[in-house]
Protein backbone atom coordinates (compact mmCIF):
# COMPACT_ATOMS: atom_id res chain seq x y z
CA UNK A 1 0.00 0.00 0.00
CA UNK A 2 1.21 3.50 -1.29
CA UNK A 3 2.16 5.74 1.67
CA UNK A 4 2.63 8.95 -0.69
CA UNK A 5 0.37 11.65 -0.47
CA UNK A 6 -1.42 12.32 -3.59
CA UNK A 7 -0.92 15.70 -5.27
CA UNK A 8 -4.01 18.70 -4.04
CA UNK A 9 -6.32 18.72 -7.46
CA UNK A 10 -8.02 21.71 -6.22
CA UNK A 11 -6.68 24.57 -8.25
CA UNK A 12 -6.40 27.89 -7.26
CA UNK A 13 -8.94 30.94 -7.97
CA UNK A 14 -8.38 32.56 -11.13
CA UNK A 15 -5.95 35.65 -10.93
CA UNK A 16 -4.98 34.93 -7.89
CA UNK A 17 -1.31 34.09 -8.70
CA UNK A 18 -1.23 37.46 -10.33
CA UNK A 19 -2.42 39.36 -7.73
CA UNK A 20 -0.47 37.52 -5.41
CA UNK A 21 3.16 38.80 -7.37
CA UNK A 22 1.84 42.02 -7.96
CA UNK A 23 0.11 42.96 -4.34
CA UNK A 24 1.48 40.56 -1.93
CA UNK A 25 5.45 40.14 -2.40
CA UNK A 26 6.92 37.43 -1.07
CA UNK A 27 8.38 37.99 2.53
CA UNK A 28 11.99 37.51 1.07
CA UNK A 29 11.14 40.05 -1.95
CA UNK A 30 9.80 42.54 0.54
CA UNK A 31 12.93 42.36 3.03
CA UNK A 32 15.29 42.24 -0.02
CA UNK A 33 13.66 45.21 -1.60
CA UNK A 34 13.25 47.16 2.01
CA UNK A 35 17.30 46.70 2.28
CA UNK A 36 17.98 48.22 -0.75
CA UNK A 37 16.13 50.71 -0.75
CA UNK A 38 17.34 51.70 2.76
CA UNK A 39 20.74 51.80 1.65
CA UNK A 40 19.90 54.19 -1.34
CA UNK A 41 18.27 56.41 0.80
CA UNK A 42 21.38 55.80 3.86
CA UNK A 43 23.74 56.93 0.58
CA UNK A 44 21.86 59.78 -0.54
CA UNK A 45 21.59 61.52 3.29
CA UNK A 46 25.57 60.78 3.07
CA UNK A 47 26.74 61.39 -0.03
CA UNK A 48 24.28 63.99 -1.64
CA UNK A 49 23.56 67.67 -0.49
CA UNK A 50 22.71 68.37 3.26
CA UNK A 51 19.30 68.69 4.23
CA UNK A 52 20.60 71.93 5.58
CA UNK A 53 21.66 73.61 2.55
CA UNK A 54 24.30 72.77 0.61
CA UNK A 55 26.50 75.96 0.78
CA UNK A 56 28.50 76.07 4.58
CA UNK A 57 27.62 78.36 7.23
CA UNK A 58 29.54 81.58 7.05
CA UNK A 59 32.22 81.49 9.65
CA UNK A 60 30.86 83.45 13.76
CA UNK A 61 31.60 87.03 13.51
CA UNK A 62 34.41 87.84 15.49
CA UNK A 63 33.34 88.92 19.60
CA UNK A 64 32.96 93.16 20.19
CA UNK A 65 36.05 93.98 21.76
CA UNK A 66 36.98 97.33 23.41
CA UNK A 67 40.82 99.14 23.45
CA UNK A 68 41.36 99.67 27.52
CA UNK A 69 44.62 101.72 28.97
CA UNK A 70 45.05 100.44 32.42
CA UNK A 71 48.14 100.85 34.94
CA UNK A 72 49.35 97.82 36.00
CA UNK A 73 52.00 97.91 39.13
CA UNK A 74 52.58 101.48 38.00
CA UNK A 75 53.44 100.95 34.40
CA UNK A 76 50.58 101.73 31.56
CA UNK A 77 49.14 99.35 29.41
CA UNK A 78 46.76 99.97 26.47
CA UNK A 79 45.33 96.64 24.97
CA UNK A 80 42.69 95.89 22.59
CA UNK A 81 40.20 92.73 24.33
CA UNK A 82 36.88 90.59 23.73
CA UNK A 83 34.66 92.39 26.07
CA UNK A 84 34.01 89.55 27.96
CA UNK A 85 37.28 89.24 29.51
CA UNK A 86 37.87 89.58 32.70
CA UNK A 87 40.74 90.96 34.58
CA UNK A 88 42.40 88.11 35.60
CA UNK A 89 42.64 86.73 32.18
CA UNK A 90 44.09 89.56 31.37
CA UNK A 91 46.33 89.65 33.92
CA UNK A 92 47.29 86.16 33.45
CA UNK A 93 46.58 85.30 29.39
CA UNK A 94 47.73 89.23 28.14
CA UNK A 95 49.75 90.61 30.11
CA UNK A 96 51.71 87.69 31.89
CA UNK A 97 51.48 88.41 35.42
CA UNK A 98 50.63 85.12 36.48
CA UNK A 99 50.93 85.69 40.25
CA UNK A 100 47.20 86.25 40.72
CA UNK A 101 45.65 83.01 40.16
CA UNK A 102 42.69 81.00 38.80
CA UNK A 103 40.88 78.97 41.59
CA UNK A 104 37.16 78.33 41.51
CA UNK A 105 36.66 81.34 39.10
CA UNK A 106 33.59 82.42 40.64
CA UNK A 107 34.52 84.76 43.31
CA UNK A 108 34.61 82.07 45.83
CA UNK A 109 38.15 81.46 47.09
CA UNK A 110 39.91 85.05 46.60
CA UNK A 111 43.04 83.20 45.15
CA UNK A 112 42.87 86.19 42.29
CA UNK A 113 42.26 88.94 44.46
CA UNK A 114 44.08 92.61 43.70
CA UNK A 115 43.76 95.96 43.95
CA UNK A 116 41.74 98.37 42.14
CA UNK A 117 42.38 101.68 43.00
CA UNK A 118 43.50 100.81 46.44
CA UNK A 119 40.36 98.57 47.09
CA UNK A 120 40.37 94.63 46.85
CA UNK A 121 38.75 92.95 44.07
CA UNK A 122 37.96 89.59 42.87
CA UNK A 123 39.80 89.78 39.68
CA UNK A 124 37.97 86.80 38.24
CA UNK A 125 34.61 88.84 38.50
CA UNK A 126 36.36 92.03 36.99
CA UNK A 127 35.67 93.05 33.58
CA UNK A 128 38.92 94.05 32.10
CA UNK A 129 36.32 97.25 29.88
CA UNK A 130 35.22 98.71 32.46
CA UNK A 131 38.96 99.47 34.30
CA UNK A 132 39.93 102.00 31.65
CA UNK A 133 41.92 104.42 33.22
CA UNK A 134 42.26 103.18 36.58
CA UNK A 135 45.49 101.78 38.67
CA UNK A 136 45.90 98.19 39.20
CA UNK A 137 48.47 96.57 42.09
CA UNK A 138 48.86 92.42 42.00
CA UNK A 139 50.99 90.53 43.88
CA UNK A 140 53.70 91.30 41.53
CA UNK A 141 53.89 94.84 42.25
CA UNK A 142 54.20 94.91 46.19
CA UNK A 143 58.04 94.17 46.23
CA UNK A 144 60.15 97.20 46.01
CA UNK A 145 63.34 95.59 43.87
CA UNK A 146 64.84 92.84 46.52
CA UNK A 147 62.63 94.24 49.73
CA UNK A 148 59.48 92.55 50.17
CA UNK A 149 56.14 94.35 51.59
CA UNK A 150 56.28 93.93 55.47
CA UNK A 151 53.11 91.41 54.75
CA UNK A 152 54.72 89.09 52.22
CA UNK A 153 57.82 89.27 54.92
CA UNK A 154 55.46 88.45 57.47
CA UNK A 155 54.08 85.62 56.08
CA UNK A 156 57.82 84.14 56.10
CA UNK A 157 57.76 84.92 59.20
CA UNK A 158 54.47 83.29 60.75
CA UNK A 159 55.49 80.58 58.07
CA UNK A 160 51.87 81.37 57.01
CA UNK A 161 51.43 79.23 53.59
CA UNK A 162 52.00 75.52 52.64
CA UNK A 163 51.33 74.78 49.30
CA UNK A 164 51.09 78.41 48.25
CA UNK A 165 48.09 78.28 45.62
CA UNK A 166 45.88 81.15 47.87
CA UNK A 167 49.05 82.78 49.54
CA UNK A 168 49.32 85.38 46.37
CA UNK A 169 45.42 86.14 47.19
CA UNK A 170 46.02 86.22 50.64
CA UNK A 171 48.51 88.29 50.76
CA UNK A 172 46.35 91.09 48.26
CA UNK A 173 43.63 90.67 50.31
CA UNK A 174 45.70 91.30 53.93
CA UNK A 175 46.91 94.76 52.17
CA UNK A 176 43.05 95.36 51.39
CA UNK A 177 42.42 94.39 54.86
CA UNK A 178 45.22 96.47 56.62
CA UNK A 179 44.16 99.78 54.56
CA UNK A 180 40.73 99.33 55.49
CA UNK A 181 41.51 99.56 58.98
CA UNK A 182 39.59 95.91 59.88
CA UNK A 183 42.26 94.78 61.98
CA UNK A 184 41.74 95.75 65.67
CA UNK A 185 41.43 92.05 67.13
CA UNK A 186 42.35 88.97 65.88
CA UNK A 187 38.25 88.04 65.20
CA UNK A 188 37.41 90.84 63.11
CA UNK A 189 40.98 90.21 60.57
CA UNK A 190 39.11 86.57 60.46
CA UNK A 191 35.58 88.15 59.46
CA UNK A 192 37.35 90.82 56.80
CA UNK A 193 39.48 88.16 55.22
CA UNK A 194 36.53 85.69 54.82
CA UNK A 195 36.52 85.70 51.31
CA UNK A 196 40.07 84.04 50.99
CA UNK A 197 40.29 80.20 51.59
CA UNK A 198 43.00 78.18 52.65
CA UNK A 199 42.69 74.46 51.48
CA UNK A 200 46.11 73.79 53.81
CA UNK A 201 43.86 75.20 56.80
CA UNK A 202 46.69 77.93 57.52
CA UNK A 203 44.59 80.38 58.87
CA UNK A 204 45.53 81.18 62.54
CA UNK A 205 49.15 82.22 60.87
CA UNK A 206 47.79 83.87 58.55
CA UNK A 207 46.21 86.30 61.00
CA UNK A 208 49.39 86.18 62.75
CA UNK A 209 51.02 87.45 59.72
CA UNK A 210 48.59 90.49 59.24
CA UNK A 211 48.88 91.04 63.17
CA UNK A 212 52.04 91.69 62.52
CA UNK A 213 52.24 93.90 59.86
CA UNK A 214 49.25 95.97 61.22
CA UNK A 215 50.65 96.40 64.60
CA UNK A 216 54.04 95.07 64.34
CA UNK A 217 53.42 92.11 66.86
Do not use: W
Not at 170 to 194: A, L, N, W, Y
Amino acid sequence: MSTETPESTVSPPEGSASMGSASAPSRRTFIATTAVGGAVVAGGLVAGPSVFGAEPADAAEAPPGSRVSVTINGSRHTVTVDNRTSLLDLLREHLGLTGSKKGCNAGACGACTVLVDGRRVNSCLTLAVRLDGAEVTTIEGLAKGDRLHPLQQAFIDQDAFQCGYCTSGQIMSGVGCIKEGHTDSPEEIREFMSGNICRCGCYVKIVRAVEQTAHGK
